[in-house]
C-alpha cells in the first residue's frame, strides 16, 4: 500500500525516526506502517554534529537509497529547504524520489537551516516557499510521492501567521501540512480545527523540544493524520550505548550487560542472515564444497 491509501484509511500513521538500513530494519520489524528518514538523526548519527544544515542532499540520498533496498516500508524524508532555491528542490525531488522516497518533505527555513526547536531560526518569504512547493510538484514523476510542507514561523512570526503560511502551501499544492514546534495543546488543536477537512497535518514528537509529546491516538483524536517521532530512536540509542561504553570500560567485559543485549546468533536471526546465505547458494551450488 502506498503512504497516500495509507492517509486515507484510519488510524493515525506513527512513523518512528530512523537513520540508516539498521534501525529502518528494526522499525519494519517492530510492525510500523511508515518511516521516517530524520535529517537532525542523520546529522547526529553520521557526522556526530547537531542539526545546523551540515547534512548534504547526497549524504541523504545515499541513506535513504539504502534504507529503500533493505525495507519495503514508504518512508518520509527530511530534505530540509530542498538544498538551494527552486531549481535546487527540483533536483532534490527527483533524485530522492528515485532512491525512494514515498514522501519529502521540505520546509520554510533560509539556509543553512537549524532544529525547528532550537532558537534563532529564520525563514524565507511567504512567496519563495510558494514557489519551492510548485516546483515540487513538478518536477515528482508520480503523484503517489508527497510533498510535506514545512512551516516554522511559529517561533519567528507567531501562530497566526505559521497557520496563514500553512494555508498559503496547502492552497500551492502541498499534499501535507507540518507546523513546527507548536507550544500547547491548545496550539495543536487550533492547527488542526483550521484544516479539518481541507488538509492533512502532521505532527512532530520531540522529546523535550517546544511541543508536548502526546500519545499517537491522542494525537488522532485533535486531528493530526501522521505523528513522527523523528529523534527518539537516535537518543534511546545514545543512552543505551553511554551505558554500554561506561560498563565496558569499567569492568573491561561485556559480561555485565549481556542481559541488554542481544547475542551473535539473535542478530543472525534478525539479520536474516541463514536465508542470503541459502540464497547465495542457489546461484552459485558448488559453493557448498569450498
Known amino acids: 500500500m502506498t503512504l497516500k491509501a495509507r492517509l486515507a484509511e484510519a488510524p493515525i500513521v506513527v512513523a518512528p525516526g530512523v537513520y540508516d538500513a539498521f534501525t529502518a530494519m528494526l522499525a519494519e520489524t517492530a510492525g510500523f506502517d511508515a518511516l521516517y528518514l530524520s535529517g537532525a538523526s542523520i546529522a547526529y548519527t553520521r557526522l556526530g554534529r547537531p542539526d545546523i544544515g551540515l547534512v548534504t542532499e547526497t549524504e541523504l540520498e545515499d541513506v535513504l537509497s539504502r534504507i529503500a533496498e533493505r525495507v519495503a516500508l514508504p518512508v518520509i524524508v527530511d530534505a530540509d529547504t530542498g538544498f538551494g532555491n527552486a531549481l535546487n528542490v527540483q533536483r532534490t525531488v527527483t533524485r530522492l524520489e528515485r532512491a525512494g522516497a514515498a514522501a519529502i518533505q521540505l520546509e520554510d527555513q533560509t539556509s543553512p537551516k537549524r532544529c525547528g526547536h532550537l532558537e534563532g531560526k529564520l525563514l ?123 560498563s565496558l570500560k569499567a569492568h573491561g567485559t561485556t559480561a555485565p550487560f549481556r542481559d541488554r543485549m542481544l547475542d551473535f546468533q539473535t542478530l543472525q536471526r534478525l539479520l536474516g542472515t541463514e536465508a542470503m546465505l541459502a540464497l547465495g547458494k542457489q546461484y552459485d551450488p558448488d559453493g557448498a564444497d569450498r
Open 124 to 246: 524565507v518569504s511567504r512567496a519563495e516557499m510558494i514557489g519551492k512547493v510548485k516546483a515540487a510538484l513538478d518536477a515528482r514523476a508520480s503523484g503517489d510521492t508527497l510533498i510535506v510542507a514545512r512551516t516554522d514561523a511559529v517561533a519567528v512570526e507567531g501562530l497566526d501567521a505559521a497557520l496563514d503560511r500553512a494555508d498559503a502551501y496547502l492552497a500551492a499544492g502541498a499534499d501535507v501540512l507540518f507546523i513546527e514546534a507548536l507550544r500547547s495543546v491548545e496550539e495543536m488543536q487550533v492547527a488542526t480545527s483550521r484544516f479539518a477537512g481541507r488538509g492533512l497535518l502532521l505532527a512532530n514528537m520531540v522529546e523535550g523540544g517546544k511541543t508536548p509529546v502526546r500519545a499517537a491516538a491522542e494525537l488522532e483524536r485533535l486531528g493530526f493524520a501522521v505523528a513522527i517521532f523523528p529523534g527518539g530512536t537516535a537518543r534511546a540509542a545514545a543512552f543505551a550505548l553511554a551505558d554500554y561504553f561506561a
